[in-house]
């Protein structure tokens, strides 16, 4: 093995990838540009050997095809998110605003458009699995269990409670929500969330709707039927803040 292979072996820390795609060609550039740099690749041609690869292997993070026969991209991740957080990262041809936002909806992480830049598609895959391995390390900026009306967030077990009974969230939405709580009653802008949870380095083109997806999706489960106030709030032109 070459020096700068070795480097690259390192810098991957032999993360596993399941590239989900029908394309032979994409699967090929991406299981060889992957491997280059560290990354055990295992690839599947259809949504039903996606969702066998998973069980059987386990990966660290899914890079998965909305267009594929058998079982479709936003199927396949509708069936991982029932039981797993693990990262996913959608890759749609669908020009639409609405079949992109679709698959953030039901719990992929990211996604991207095709043809995309092999590139920052390892950039992306870098970010988010930094961001699950800084899930091991406790956050001493917030130790104790915050209370928040009648929510309870604690942020060594990563959980968030209200009257004892736990909320499903998931890694990226307990994420978002303690970036807010570290900045209680401040408004958080879109591009610091980009920043801080993603992991992204600023640029021109970042799509901010990833950020509002998601949110709504957090802002939907904290959500108190009998408690008409509004955990997080809507800052216009910047954000979201949560209530101090």
Same mark, same amino acid.
């Given at each position: 093995?070459?020096?700068? =292979?070795?480097?690259?072996?390192? #810098?991957?820390?032999?993360? %596993?990838? &399941?590239?989900?795609?029908?394309?032979?060609?994409? +699967? @090929?550039?991406?299981?060889?540009?992957?491997?280059?740099?560290?990354?055990?690749?295992?690839?599947?041609?259809?949504?039903?050997?996606?969702?066998?690869?998973?069980?059987?292997?386990?990966?660290?993070?899914?890079?998965?095809?909305?267009?594929?026969?058998?079982?479709?991209?936003?199927?396949?991740?509708?069936?991982?998110?029932?039981?797993?957080?693990?990262?996913?990262?959608?890759?749609?041809?669908?020009?639409?605003?609405?079949?992109?936002?679709?698959?953030?909806?039901?719990? =992929?992480?990211?996604?991207?458009? #095709?043809?995309?830049?092999? %590139?920052? &598609?390892?950039?992306?895959?870098?970010?988010?699995? +930094? @961001?699950?391995?800084?899930?091991?390390?406790?956050?001493?900026?917030?130790?104790?269990?915050?209370?928040?009306?009648?929510?309870?967030?604690?942020?060594?077990?990563?959980?968030?409670?209200?009257?004892?009974?736990?909320?499903?969230?998931?890694?990226?939405?307990?994420?978002?929500?303690?970036?807010?709580?570290?900045?209680?009653?401040?408004?958080?802008?879109?591009?610091?969330?980009?920043?801080?949870?993603?992991?992204?380095?600023?640029?021109?083109?970042?799509?901010?709707?990833?950020?509002?997806?998601?949110?709504?999706?957090?802002?939907?489960?904290?959500?108190?039927?009998?408690?008409?106030?509004?955990?997080?709030?809507?800052?216009?032109?910047?954000?979201?803040?949560?209530?101090?």
């Amino acid at each position: 093995m070459s020096v700068l =292979a070795a480097i690259h072996g390192l #810098k991957g820390h032999q993360h %596993k990838i &399941l590239v989900a795609d029908d394309e032979a060609s994409i +699967r @090929r550039i991406l299981e060889t540009r992957l491997m280059m740099v560290g990354y055990e690749v295992i690839t599947a041609k259809d949504g039903q050997e996606a969702l066998e690869a998973f069980e059987r292997e386990q990966p660290s993070l899914i890079i998965l095809d909305v267009m594929m026969p058998k079982l479709n991209g936003y199927q396949v991740c509708q069936a991982l998110r029932e039981g797993s957080d693990v990262p996913i990262i959608m890759l749609t041809a669908l020009s639409d605003v609405a079949d992109r936002v679709t698959g953030l909806e039901i719990g =992929a992480d990211d996604y991207m458009i #095709k043809p995309f830049s092999p %590139k920052e &598609l390892e950039s992306r895959i870098r970010c988010i699995l +930094r @961001r699950f391995e800084k899930l091991e390390t406790p956050n001493s900026s917030m130790a104790r269990v915050i209370q928040i009306g009648s929510l309870e967030i604690d942020p060594n077990k990563r959980q968030v409670c209200r009257n004892h009974e736990r909320i499903q969230l998931t890694h990226l939405e307990f994420n978002l929500l303690e970036l807010l709580v570290n900045h209680r009653g401040e408004a958080v802008s879109r591009l610091e969330f980009l920043q801080k949870v993603w992991g992204f380095t600023p640029s021109g083109n970042l799509d901010t709707r990833v950020v509002d997806v998601h949110m709504s999706r957090l802002r939907h489960k904290l959500q108190n039927c009998g408690d008409q106030r509004a955990i997080i709030i809507s800052v216009r032109g910047v954000g979201y803040a949560l209530q101090s």
